[in-house]
């Protein structure tokens, strides 16, 4: 027993909404993706719902305190831009800090704050899922505003999954995992946040840009290196299978 994903809204509570950007659909989609992706990768993760059901706080705190570590999954509201994540007042904020960077690295926005703590009145963690979650790790995300300026990207799933895999990825890493891209074929990337406008100098040198370029085209995570073995490799080597580089 280790990962738990929360789908932070479901059922009778649908969090924030704007126009077809409805809370406890994205939050849903996010938990039962990185749980399948987790269960792939063989890390051991569980979820406190698997559909679109009413969960009161008091259930859902007696599920997730067994674990070891879980993600709240949640969208904002108030017309903000980016990506932000509260930890308990007990933990260090390392495996959030690691989250924003692959949101980060990936082309996705993040608040001007991405990692903080929230205490209340009495000096406690401010969150129940922080509060009332014993001795599990509980990490809230909340992955972009229904209603900023990202409102209109977020529509799109591919871009949505872009940030689900970012968290999959934080995750190998902390788990000493290797990481390994969707087997899907359909590896999603945030293409749309981040378009290929950059120049490069034509100098004959495989240098990180070119790279980053190379996987944006090619449409595997953008980190500017070439691992071993490279998802953007082997989108090339697919490719000149197909025989169309295009
Ligand atoms: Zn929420």
Same mark, same amino acid.
């Given at each position: 027993m280790s990962w738990i994903q929360d789908a932070g809204h479901g059922g009778s509570d649908p969090g924030a909404a704007k126009d077809s950007n409805i809370e406890k659909v994205f939050t849903l989609e996010a938990a039962l993706y990185v749980n399948r992706r987790l269960s792939e990768l063989g890390i051991a993760s569980s979820l406190t719902r698997t559909g679109d059901v009413t969960l009161n706080p008091a259930p859902k705190t007696s599920k997730v305190k067994p674990y070891k570590k879980c993600i709240s999954h949640h969208f904002n509201a108030g017309g903000g831009s980016g990506a932000e994540t509260i930890?308990?007042? *007990?933990?260090? /904020?390392?495996? !959030?800090?690691?989250?924003?960077?692959e949101l980060k690295k990936a082309g996705y926005p993040v608040r001007p704050r991405p990692v903080y703590t929230r205490k209340n009145s009495s000096g406690g963690d401010y969150y129940y899922m922080h509060r009332l979650t014993g001795s599990c790790r509980t990490t809230i995300l909340e992955y972009e505003f229904v209603d900023g300026p990202q409102s !209109?990207?977020?529509?799109?799933? #591919? *871009?949505?999954?872009?940030? $689900?895999? =970012?968290?999959?990825? +934080?995750? =190998? @890493?902390?788990? &000493?995992?290797? $990481? !390994? /891209?969707?087997?899907?074929? @359909?590896?999603? #990337?945030? @293409?749309? +946040?981040?378009?290929?406008?950059? #120049?490069?100098?034509?100098? &004959? $040198?495989?240098?990180?840009?070119t790279i980053s370029a190379l996987q944006r085209y090619f449409g595997t995570p953008v980190d500017g290196i070439i691992s071993k073995p490279s998802l953007v490799i082997k989108e090339l080597q697919r490719r000149l299978n197909k025989g169309n580089l295009g």
């Amino acid at each position: 027993m280790s990962w738990i994903q929360d789908a932070g809204h479901g059922g009778s509570d649908p969090g924030a909404a704007k126009d077809s950007n409805i809370e406890k659909v994205f939050t849903l989609e996010a938990a039962l993706y990185v749980n399948r992706r987790l269960s792939e990768l063989g890390i051991a993760s569980s979820l406190t719902r698997t559909g679109d059901v009413t969960l009161n706080p008091a259930p859902k705190t007696s599920k997730v305190k067994p674990y070891k570590k879980c993600i709240s999954h949640h969208f904002n509201a108030g017309g903000g831009s980016g990506a932000e994540t509260i930890h308990s007042i *007990y933990s260090d /904020g390392k495996f !959030e800090k690691l989250l924003i960077e692959e949101l980060k690295k990936a082309g996705y926005p993040v608040r001007p704050r991405p990692v903080y703590t929230r205490k209340n009145s009495s000096g406690g963690d401010y969150y129940y899922m922080h509060r009332l979650t014993g001795s599990c790790r509980t990490t809230i995300l909340e992955y972009e505003f229904v209603d900023g300026p990202q409102s !209109e990207k977020i529509k799109d799933k #591919t *871009y949505r999954e872009g940030m $689900y895999e =970012c968290v999959v990825r +934080a995750i =190998c @890493q902390e788990e &000493g995992v290797h $990481y !390994e /891209g969707s087997g899907s074929g @359909q590896t999603p #990337t945030p @293409q749309k +946040a981040n378009p290929p406008k950059e #120049t490069l100098t034509v100098d &004959g $040198y495989l240098n990180p840009k070119t790279i980053s370029a190379l996987q944006r085209y090619f449409g595997t995570p953008v980190d500017g290196i070439i691992s071993k073995p490279s998802l953007v490799i082997k989108e090339l080597q697919r490719r000149l299978n197909k025989g169309n580089l295009g």
